[in-house]
């Protein structure tokens, strides 16, 4: 993963329900993750912003710029879809005279037209859905097929060899609650290794627990099946659209370095990833007649399983300092 300290965007997660505000401060150098689809998304918009609604030409400035100082991001509270929101071009009418919906349509036009960042996964802008809504806002959803695209990229991705600077001194793992958060990691990982023995996936480490840290990744399948047709995600119960969200969220949350005084939002996306994965489990079989009568189903869910494993993981050992039970 890339250096994120200087990523160029503040992320807040102060309110773990949402909204959540992401902006992307500018000229500063922007190192972002790629799997992180707030931070891409940003510079998508910067690029897309036409250069007639610049600051310096809405004030009717000589001295050219490359864009505003910065570029609100929401993340709508609806779980079942991954949409943001950007009311960027309300931000950029308060320097001029020109209203709002131009801009906000001369964007979105842009955007439709636009390449993406030269980043290794960005994601095209022919995989967002993108409407204007008055008095000016960009809503952009991801299609299905954009989500599928991330979902593999996501579970294909090393968490592991993370180079996110020191934080500094963090509270002791002693004093946050964690079971929760180690208890859902736990069940994932026996999850994984029935699977593996029922031969729906294969693991690259499917040792039994206390002979190995980790249960390493899924070398089949692959590529999973995400999609059930070529505009339908495969994968669509309310509770694994939520965990598709909390996953997309939490990785959004994890491309900004981490703060002593963040730990306690941190604790809260996490245990919000952990809740949101055993209500899926709950309410998503995957053994029985499941497996037998729509495998590709069974190993789609396997496949969000894995990939809460890997980001609880990451969240535990790296954030919290504290470790990542195979079983308890």
Not at 78 to 95: E, F, G, M, N
Not at 202 to 207: D, F, I, R, Y
Request: proline share 11%.
């Amino acid at each position: 993963m890339r250096d994120r300290q200087a990523c160029g965007y503040l992320l807040n997660f102060g309110d773990p329900t949402g909204p959540h505000q992401l902006t992307l401060s500018l000229p500063h150098p922007i190192m972002v993750e790629p799997l992180a689809i707030a931070s891409v998304l940003l510079l998508q918009l910067q690029q897309a912003i036409p250069s007639r609604f610049t600051p310096g030409q809405l004030s009717g400035g000589s001295i050219p710029v490359t864009g505003p100082q910065s570029i609100p991001l929401y993340r709508s509270k609806d779980t079942q879809r991954i949409l943001y929101i950007s009311p960027v071009a309300l931000q950029l009418a308060k320097q001029g005279s020109i209203p709002p919906m131009e801009i906000a349509q001369a964007i979105a036009e842009s955007f439709r037209n636009s390449r993406p960042p030269d980043l290794p996964s960005p994601l095209g802008a022919n995989l967002w859905n993108l409407s204007v809504i008055p008095p000016g806002k960009l809503y952009l959803e991801l299609t299905d097929p954009g989500i599928a695209i991330w979902l593999q990229r996501a579970i294909a991705w090393d968490l592991e060899s993370d180079a996110t600077p020191d934080p500094g001194p963090l509270p002791p793992s002693e004093s946050l609650d964690l079971f929760a958060i180690q208890y859902a990691h736990a069940r994932c990982c026996a999850l994984l290794r029935l699977a593996h023995r029922e031969g729906l996936i294969t693991l690259e480490n499917p040792t039994p627990p206390g002979t190995s840290t980790n249960i390493g990744s899924v070398t089949a399948p692959d590529p999973s099946a995400w999609l059930e047709s070529p505009t339908r995600l495969k994968p669509h119960h309310p509770a694994e659209r939520t965990l598709i969200s909390r996953a997309i969220a939490t990785v959004d949350a994890l491309s900004c370095p981490l703060s002593p005084s963040q730990i306690t939002s941190r604790l809260a996306i996490a245990t919000l990833l952990s809740q949101d994965f055993l209500t899926f489990h709950a309410q998503c079989q995957i053994f029985g007649s499941v497996q037998s009568q729509d495998l590709d189903l069974a190993q789609a869910r396997l496949g969000l399983i894995f990939l809460t494993q890997k980001l609880l993981k990451r969240l535990l050992e790296k954030d919290f300092s504290s470790l990542a039970p195979l079983e308890l």
